[in-house]
């Protein structure tokens, strides 16, 4: 039940923010560009924070995304075109911006929060998720969580990875 739990909740997150995959290769005028299939890795067994969440045990998840990034005007977006389908408590949307050094993405959504009890309740969150451009063509960084109340409420750090390549 805790392992279905854990790619819901994974998969949530995915979509809510941390769904950023992709290595920004340099174009002709040396734009940022996140494009093609990533795998993107929420290393949820080595999750911190303040929460009950943050003390869970799960089992780290992987899923494929696609991601196309458009620059105008100075500014690039990458964006998710391919994946797994949200879940109904996250935006159906997911696009990251470039900050001059990563992709970042903030949002508001609803937390599953698995109680004590073993029950299941929906907290008001925000999330920040960023992905820095590795040497080796990957990205690392984080998908941070606030959870506002409930019974999950506080923080909830999840390293994530993205790598370049094509699902099975």
């Known amino acids: 039940m805790r392992?279905?739990?854990?790619?819901?909740?994974?998969?949530?997150?995915?979509?809510?923010?941390?769904?950023l995959i992709s290595s920004p290769l340099a174009q002709a005028e040396g734009t940022p560009f996140w494009g093609g299939w990533?795998?993107?890795?929420?290393h949820t067994d080595q999750?911190?924070?303040s929460s009950i969440a943050?003390?869970?045990q799960e089992t780290p998840y992987t899923a494929w995304y696609k991601i196309t990034t458009a620059c105008s005007g100075g500014k690039c977006v990458a964006s998710v075109i391919d994946?797994?389908?949200p879940k109904d408590n996250v935006v159906?949307?997911?696009?990251?911006?470039?900050?001059?050094s990563t992709w970042s993405r903030s949002n508001s959504w609803s937390w599953d929060c698995l109680r004590p009890d073993g029950t299941t309740t929906l907290d008001?969150?925000?999330?920040?998720?960023?992905?820095t451009p590795q040497s080796d063509g990957s990205l690392a960084g984080t998908f941070t969580t606030t959870i506002e109340d409930g019974a999950?409420?506080?923080?909830v750090t999840i390293p994530v990875t993205a790598v370049a390549g094509q699902p099975n």
């Open 152 to 155: 999950c409420q506080g923080t």
């Open 83 to 85: 994946g797994p389908t």
């Open 124 to 131: 008001p969150a925000n999330s920040v998720t960023t992905y």
């Open 47 to 49: 999750k911190s924070g």
């Open 92 to 100: 159906q949307s997911v696009t990251f911006d470039w900050t001059g």
């Open 3 to 19: 392992d279905k739990h854990s790619r819901r909740l994974v998969a949530a997150a995915v979509v809510a923010g941390a769904t």
């Open 38 to 42: 990533y795998k993107i890795t929420f």
């Open 54 to 56: 943050a003390t869970q």
